[in-house]
């Protein structure tokens, strides 16, 4: 870990450890170490041992506000750590009145962007065995020596085009903002797709859900995805079957799509979870950018007092059709 990262984990910790062991929060919601040195997976802190897990790194992708849906049913006060996407994620769940306001405390991690190891492992090869960070670098070490290179190539796809990488909602900001970014080539497949007939993009869309396990990983990696029972699991009526049935694989990922239009921050966690590497987010960013030029710019999860497009009327709100 690069000595900066170490300089705020130290920060990171003194701050959330006086809020859990004095009893301000019963849980910390941040990151630990996996099995691999490019793994950060969700920790679950209650008490000092824990936090001395706890990691902040360039691979803590995981949004954490999502698991307060269950962690709030058992604690009546959780401290979450929030980069941009956690905190817009939160945001949504407060729309939704899945969480309360005054049982969580948001710690802000403005977030410097998250590297993919996939690129970093297609760069270095299997010999890689770490790497180390400064200055908007990375040095690949791998057991024939090490590499330099521009940290800003290997970042997750969903942080290059990240427009918010501070938190937009928080109780304590633990580190110095970065202020808004720009992403000019944020619905550049959007926009490739839309240049295709229907022909095309139903092959298109027919070859990639082709590969869905339905193993709904991204379901649970959504922070819209909050409904108490999803229509796949309901029985009267049955949505849904067991058997591979291509038809049913277009059936859950455009309702999921169509029931987060408005909804989806574009945090890109769906895509990131699946593991058959489905393109998920083009479908979000569809919907986001089809709203965007409906309704005029919306960013979901920004402001959690406006509502989506889709949940408010205006009696200027523009129609595809014309009054007779």
Not at 43 to 49: C, G, M, N, P, T
């Amino acid at each position: 870990m690069a000595e900066r990262n170490l300089e705020q984990l130290e920060k990171i910790r003194e701050v959330v450890s006086q809020d859990l062991l004095s009893g301000r929060i019963e849980l910390l919601l941040g990151w630990e170490k996996g099995h691999y040195w490019w793994q950060s997976r969700p920790l679950f802190a209650r008490s000092k041992d824990d936090l001395a897990k706890l990691t902040w790194d360039s691979f803590c992708a995981v949004n954490l506000s999502r698991y307060l849906l269950e962690e709030l049913k058992d604690h009546q006060k959780v401290g979450v750590l929030v980069k941009g996407c956690d905190s817009r994620a939160f945001n949504r769940l407060l729309q939704d009145n899945m969480v309360e306001r005054d049982r969580v405390v948001l710690y802000g991690l403005p977030c410097p962007g998250i590297l993919d190891y996939k690129l970093l492992a297609a760069e270095a090869g299997p010999e890689l065995k770490g790497i180390a960070e400064e200055n908007g670098k990375i040095v690949l070490k791998t057991a024939s020596g090490e590499v330099e290179v521009k940290r800003d190539q290997f970042l997750m796809a969903k942080c290059r085009e990240c427009l918010y990488p501070d938190p937009v909602v928080y109780d304590q900001m633990l580190l110095e903002p970065q202020g808004k970014k720009e992403a000019p080539e944020r619905f550049k497949a959007v926009d490739e797709l839309e240049t295709l007939t229907p022909e095309e993009r139903f092959a298109y869309w027919e070859k990639e859900l082709s590969r869905c396990l339905r193993c709904y990983a991204c379901r649970q990696a959504c922070p819209y995805c909050s409904c108490r029972e999803c229509f796949v699991e309901q029985e009267n009526p049955r949505w849904q079957g067991r058997a591979y049935q291509p038809s049913e694989n277009f059936l859950f990922h455009l309702v999921r799509a169509y029931h987060g239009a408005g909804r989806c921050i574009d945090c890109g966690e769906c895509q990131r979870a699946c593991p058959v590497d489905i393109p998920l987010q083009e479908l979000n960013r569809k919907l986001i950018k089809d709203i965007n030029e409906l309704y005029g710019d919306y960013e979901a999860g920004l402001d959690a007092e406006l509502e989506p497009p889709l949940l408010t009327y205006r009696p200027d709100d523009p129609a595809a059709f014309s009054e007779k």
